[in-house]
């Protein structure tokens, strides 16, 4: 097989292939520091979540004024009021 030209080129892209996985000199390392921010937005949930943490779940003061007034016997509801709770209850869970 005859080749023409000049042999050093051809055998020259060989050459340059054999440097493709090598690294070459590094640059001195710079250490940098982690650095977190938190937008205000989260931090004025954080204040509002910490807030709702410190209220009660039950208002125990209220529980108690139902309680009172059921053993006294005047506490009354109408019926009315109830089936409009549970009206908008199961309308409030669907939407």
């Given at each position: ?33 982690d650095v977190l921010s938190i937008s205000n ?46 009206i908008n209850s199961i309308f409030?869970?669907?939407?």
């Amino acid at each position: 097989m005859r080749i023409p030209g000049d042999l050093s080129k051809i055998t020259g892209v060989y050459g340059a292939q054999k440097n493709v996985g090598r690294i070459g000199k590094t640059g001195p390392v710079s250490t940098k520091k982690d650095v977190l921010s938190i937008s205000n937005e989260a931090k004025d949930f954080q204040t509002i979540n910490r807030a709702l943490k410190d209220v009660p779940d039950i208002r125990q003061g209220r529980v108690d004024d139902i309680l009172g007034s059921m053993n006294a016997g005047s506490y009354n509801v109408s019926g009315r009021d109830v089936a409009d709770k549970v009206i908008n209850s199961i309308f409030d869970k669907k939407a």
